[in-house]
């Protein structure tokens, strides 16, 4: 089954950091570009950091400087390393890869089920 599965979230203390995993299923060859995205209770889902095959990345105003994204494309994995958490950075942050190529056909996009950071004391 194609699918993007996130982990590492879970409760941390203000300050504190977190690296988040997105790991394709065997049967994705290839993904163009990978993206964060979180959604916090209530509000929309917001694009978070971005980065290309190539290793070129971008990142939301409010995350520059915290988040670092990075990719490993012989594994098809991406990472989010979050520091100096804070409690607004809480939300269920989601894996999503553009113009993915598998083994039997490609998808425009592809969306994990998310991981939950919760930042709190």
């Known amino acids: 089954q194609d699918k993007l599965v996130e982990s590492g979230g879970g409760l941390v203390q203000p300050g504190k950091s977190l690296r988040l995993t997105c790991a394709a299923s065997s049967t994705i060859v290839s993904i163009n570009t990978m993206n964060w995205y979180r959604q916090a209770l209530g509000k929309e889902r917001e694009l978070v950091a971005t980065?290309?095959?190539?290793?070129?990345?971008n990142y939301a105003d409010s995350v520059k400087g915290r988040f670092t994204v990075s990719r490993d494309n012989a594994k098809n994995t991406m990472y989010l390393q979050m520091n100096g958490l804070k409690p607004e950075d809480t939300a269920v942050y989601y894996c999503?890869?553009?113009?993915?190529?598998?083994?039997?056909?490609?998808?425009?996009?592809?969306w994990g089920q998310g991981t939950l950071v919760t930042v709190s004391s």
């Open positions: 980065i290309g095959r190539e290793g070129s990345t």
């Open positions: 999503n890869g553009r113009m993915a190529v598998t083994s039997h056909g490609a998808y425009n996009e592809l």
